[in-house]
């Protein structure tokens, strides 16, 4: 009897090291844990793993799709806009007269610069401020208003940022840095108030409106930039865009915008009006300096 118990105690480990007998047991298990709502430990891990790696596959899928569609998007836009444009050559061509413009703007700055320093200007900055401000209708204060919104940040900050980077992804990478460039006119014009140190507007009768004004106000930001960032962009529609019924309006508005800054700015109490007339004399120099540069970084990628 005891014979027989160790014989088949013997036969039983035996039995267990027979090769698939581990193997039966584990997936015995297994079924009995997976019948039970219990896996073990290691297949909870694995199909753990298994699932984040499907969703990580998933969510690159989609972001290749999406970057290819982007692509897709801005290479159709890339085309209409060089289709909607002159090539290098003939807008050269055409822009040479707007060098014209503005020619006598430095002299005429140095002039108003001089008057204002020696106080000889005010009894005419205060006659034509408050002359402007005479048209008291709700439609002129309004465009007054919206005039000067693109000179105030955040907006004159986004606005150039926007612009270059629209500018770049169209396919106009030297239009988009000479761009930056014109619109960028701040460190300039800061430099010149501090040498001036002008006061803001202050007279009886003379209304201010409230704004986050700083600085001195000679010259005028927001004329500068305007006439610079604005007045490049007008020239590059006037010298690039083939359609003039598309041309024209552009044209305008950008004109129009710059045209009315200078008289929103005394409107609103926030500049003399010798502030804007040499600011918009200095920015127009400027202006023509960075469309003659760009000009002549054009002309030597034709002659190539």
Not at 63 to 88: C, M, R, W
Not at 111 to 134: E, M
Not at 164 to 177: N, Q, V
Not at 284 to 300: D, E, H, Q, W
């Amino acid at each position: 009897m005891y014979e027989r118990d160790r014989i088949t105690a013997k036969g039983g480990r035996m039995a267990a090291r027979e090769p698939g007998a581990e193997t039966a047991i584990a997936t015995e298990a297994e079924a009995e844990a997976k019948a039970a709502g219990t896996l073990p430990v290691t297949t909870a891990t694995a199909q753990a793993a298994e699932k984040v790696t499907q969703a990580v596959q998933a969510v690159g899928a989609g972001a290749h799709a999406a970057g290819e569609k982007t692509a897709e998007a801005v290479s159709i836009a890339q085309e209409k806009a060089a289709a909607a444009t002159l090539p290098d050559r003939a807008a050269l061509v055409r822009g040479r007269g707007a060098l014209a413009v503005g020619a006598a703007g430095v002299c005429g700055y140095g002039l108003l610069y001089a008057a204002v320093r020696a106080n000889r200007s005010t009894a005419v900055d205060i006659a034509v401020a408050l002359r402007l401000q005479r048209w008291q209708r709700p439609w002129v204060g309004g465009l007054m208003t919206a005039a000067s919104w693109a000179g105030f940040l955040p907006q004159n900050a986004a606005i150039p940022a926007l612009t270059t980077t629209a500018l770049w992804l169209l396919g106009f990478r030297t239009e988009a840095g000479f761009y930056a460039l014109a619109a960028g006119s701040g460190p300039l014009s800061s430099s010149l108030k501090y040498t001036m140190k002008r006061p803001r507007p202050d007279a009886p009768d003379l209304r201010v409106a409230v704004a986050p004004l700083g600085g001195s106000s000679f010259p005028s930001g927001h004329v500068f930039q305007y006439v610079g960032g604005y007045g490049f962009l007008a020239y590059l529609a006037h010298t690039l865009l083939r359609k003039k019924r598309v041309r024209q309006p552009v044209v305008a508005a950008l004109v129009g915008l710059v045209a009315l800054v200078g008289p929103s700015r005394i409107y609103q109490g926030h500049h003399w009006p010798t502030d804007v007339s040499a600011s918009y004399m200095l920015g127009t120099s400027y202006l023509i300096g960075v469309i003659s540069l760009y000009r002549r970084v054009k002309a030597r990628g034709v002659q190539r």
